[in-house]
């Protein structure tokens, strides 16, 4: 379903209150969050949200005339059930204006408890396709779907066009090449996964170690990567470490960029894109405040003169000094990522 | 408990030739295996065989006594992908495998089907609301385990079949990227189908030369083969219906019958092991099955459930 050009909603993160405040202070149109346990995809230690500063995250956020999303967006097992439940009732509770979320029973139980409750589709739900959209539609009345990141633009384009319902998009931050809720790659490392843990190659994992060959990095003693004096070290995500394949020694499943698909916003925006996430809930406020005003002006510039619209020299600047490696890409937008 | 499980063959994962598949199917057909899956899961450039060969393949196989399933694409984002997905669902002969809810919306109330396991099914609420679509049986994830399955097979729907991954290469994730491609220095569009060179995957090794995946398309799997054969006693007592083994190039026809073995008491659960340790490419592991990474191998005796 294709939206109005003039209302491409900017949804940013917020890992922590101060978070959520310069989000919506440098002109986030909506904000997403998670309860601070296993029920959201960023699981992490000191992070998320409790029922006192959801609260008040919610009240300052709506004062403004902005949106909050609630993430409750992992897979819940049997054992842990009833936890999942608490979230969503608490969301509801709280006045959240939305739920972005993956599991299918979780939508049932959402869709029959809080029937009023808009329900966002999780990227880690992964649906590519019209038909998998529909799925979700039909039977839990979604109202919105966040795309994979492996999608290309002409991809893209063609489901909006046929998505029974608006579309999100990524537009910057940390940049997953699985598709997202189809990768365990850290559950066979680890045990943990996005999917039943909320993190991806975790924290508690990791291992960083001085040897004569360098400094290693180990996810449960697998070695991710090795590095020489005058290499940046990089955070052991898994797929992002550097192996051996016909015996050469490469980045053989993702080189570690982020995305950055600033350039491309008049094109998201001219095929009815409904909003552009941008990704990172567990980066600093500052972080957030700085990504926040940069994509707030290109939306704006883009809204007011797409065809005149070129990312500003000082925009890419902002971005690139925050951005993972340094380095930013159009990931599967531009097809010869793919 | 309820009689013996019935043991499964998943689809192939890798690209192999023609000739190659026809001739391993002809074997199969004679193994002692009741399921068998066909057809392309990972990537739909992979066309030695198209949809009438592969129903031809399923009549013969049907014909030896096997119940056929067609297995379907896992990753769809092409307009000719999901064309080609609806052709599957009303072939009208044989039940699907979804293995992305695009195909579990098609056969909705229209035909019952099976959830591979890359549909994520967590737990009690997601299969009651497949099962009243129509989904008749569903593939555990690969990476849950025993204690989950567990409480799922309490709490199922009645009626419902419950199939285990028991033995290969486990598939871990996917990406619209392909790998293969990409260590071979060619693009996904002009990849020269060079996946065919690997019956079973291309081995990705840590740098200090520890086998870690396999690489196969736009799928990774793991390079340690799951094998769940010293857990036939849980899985039994847990009342799985199905057994599911994933062919490798070589020995499927040996592990098939291994599994037959050990499950009629024909072999004991430590001769059966030891049979198929000679029998995989790099290793063996449990974890999953047990709670823990994947990777693991946990001693079969020591990690027995009470």
């Known amino acids: 379903m294709a939206t109005s050009a003039s209302h491409m909603e900017l949804v940013c993160p917020a890992g922590n209150l101060p978070s959520l405040k310069a989000a919506v202070d440098a002109g986030a149109d909506a904000v997403y969050m998670g309860f601070r346990n296993d029920t959201n995809a960023r699981h992490f230690a000191g992070l998320n949200f409790d029922d006192t500063t959801a609260r008040a995250g919610i009240a300052y956020a709506r004062q403004r005339g902005r949106r909050v999303f609630v993430a409750i967006n992992t897979y819940p097992q049997p054992a842990g059930w009833s936890r999942w439940q608490a979230a969503v009732d608490a969301a509801a509770e709280l006045g959240a204006d939305a739920l972005i979320v993956a599991d299918i029973g979780i939508m049932d139980y959402a869709a029959r408890r809080w029937p009023e409750l808009r329900l966002h589709l999780s990227v880690q739900a992964s649906a590519t396709n019209p038909e998998a959209i529909r799925f979700y539609h039909e039977n839990f009345s979604i109202q919105r779907v966040v795309l994979p990141r492996v999608l290309s633009l002409k991809q893209v384009q063609q489901l909006v066009v046929e998505s029974p319902v608006p579309i999100e998009v990524f537009g910057f931050g940390s940049l997953c090449v699985m598709v997202e809720g189809r990768c365990f790659l850290s559950s066979y490392a680890t045990g943990q996964s996005p999917n039943t843990f909320g993190a991806c190659s975790p924290a508690s994992a990791v291992r960083w170690q001085e040897t004569p060959r360098g400094l290693e990095s180990r996810l449960n003693n697998v070695l991710i990567d090795r590095y020489t004096p005058d290499e940046p070290a990089a955070y052991p995500t898994l797929c992002k470490g550097r192996f051996r394949v016909n015996d050469r020694t490469s980045y053989a499943i993702e080189e570690p960029t982020s995305l950055n698909t600033l350039a491309l916003l008049p094109e998201l925006q001219a095929m009815g894109v409904a909003a552009i996430k941008i990704e990172g809930r567990q980066r600093s406020p500052a972080y957030i405040k700085q990504v926040t005003a940069v994509w707030r002006a290109a939306l704006d510039m883009c809204r007011q003169a797409s065809h005149n619209y070129r990312p500003r020299a000082d925009w890419l600047e902002a971005l690139q000094a925050v951005s993972e490696g340094s380095q930013t890409t159009f990931g599967a937008y531009h097809r010869p990522w793919q | ?306």
């Open chain 2, 1 to 306: 408990m309820t009689g013996l499980p019935r043991l499964s063959l998943g689809p192939v994962l890798y690209y192999w030739p023609r000739e190659i598949l026809l001739g391993f199917y002809e074997r199969i057909a004679q193994s002692p295996v009741d399921i068998v899956y066909l057809g392309e899961t990972v990537c739909s450039k992979r066309r030695a065989l198209r949809g009438d060969d592969w129903l031809k393949l399923g009549e013969m196989l049907e014909s030896c006594g096997k119940e056929v399933v067609l297995s379907s694409l896992t990753l769809l984002e092409s307009a000719s992908e999901l064309g080609a997905l609806k052709r599957l669902c009303d072939n009208g002969r044989f039940m699907i495998e979804a293995n992305d809810m695009a195909a579990a919306q098609l056969l909705s109330g229209q035909h019952p089907f099976v959830c591979g396991p890359a549909v994520n099914l967590y737990n009690a609420g997601s299969l009651q609301v497949l099962a009243r679509l129509g989904m008749k049986r569903w593939v555990l994830s690969v990476e849950l385990s025993s204690t989950t399955l567990e409480s799922l097979q309490q709490q199922r729907p009645a009626g419902l079949e419950s199939e285990v991954f028991v033995f290969g290469r486990i598939p871990l994730a996917y990406s619209a990227r392909c790998f293969t491609a990409r260590a071979a220095n060619l693009a996904k569009d002009d990849c020269g189908l060079c996946c065919i060179d690997h019956p079973d995957g291309l081995l990705l090794e840590t740098r200090d030369q520890e086998p870690f995946l396999v690489l196969n398309g736009i799928q990774t799997q793991s390079a340690k083969t799951c094998n769940l054969v010293g857990a036939l006693d849980d899985l039994r007592r847990l009342d799985v219906d199905i057994l599911r083994i994933s062919p490798q190039s070589d020995h499927t026809e040996t592990v098939i019958q291994t599994f037959h073995d050990a499950l009629h008491g024909q072999c004991s659960a430590e001769d059966a092991e030891l049979r198929l340790q000679a029998l995989v490419p790099t290793g063996s592991c449990n974890g999953y099955w047990h709670g823990g990474a994947g990777m693991d191998n946990r001693d079969p005796q020591a990690g027995r459930l009470d």
